[in-house]
């Protein structure tokens, strides 16, 4: 969002708090993509970030403790990431239980995000990350599943408010 004001961009804020109380599972095999995506959702305000460099490392993290959101990258060796989203949808199944998905791609072509929905995932960003997008993924895959939220109107959508000031708290 942008300070009109100061005429700086502004990320992340003004994300209601029990979104910023998820667990978020970030899967990438190259350090310095997750060291980004992670300082990003640290900036978001996230505390609860857990980070993984590989697929099976994915699927174990994920049947040894619960996450509220995967950002998981496409392309990756050994297991890429349309596998694990495969295998996690697998999982799934009779559960009663869904795990948003994120996928997280250099990718930008065509037909990518189609292959990303073709294996399970929910949602799509591109690398190098933009901040405004990834917030509205976020409030919405983690919004809607928030229990403590009164109501989805209770989170303005961001189209709705491209023009409001927002200020770090003091």
Known sequence: LIDNENKRTRIGLGLPKEILQNRI???????VNLFLAKKL?????????????????????CAEEK???????C?????????VSRILRQREEG????????????????????????AGMDDYVSKP???????????KWLGDKTPSLPTAASITPPETNMNTIHTAPE
Not at 67 to 73: A, E, K, S, T
Not at 95 to 116: Q, R, W, Y
Not at 130 to 138: N, P
């Open 25 to 31: 599972l970030i899967v990438d095999d190259h350090p």
């Open 41 to 61: 959702l640290v900036k978001f305000g996230f505390t609860d970030i857990e980070t993984v460099e590989d697929g099976q490392s994915a699927l174990t993290k």
């Open 67 to 73: 996450f509220d959101l995967i950002v998981l990258d």
């Open 75 to 83: 392309q990756m060796p050994n297991m890429d990431g349309y596998e």
């Open 95 to 118: 559960s009663g239980t869904h795990l948003p998905i994120v996928a997280m791609t250099a990718n930008a072509m065509i037909g990518d995000k189609e292959k990303c929905f073709d």
């Open 129 to 139: 990350i933009d901040a405004q997008r990834f917030t509205e993924v976020l409030i």
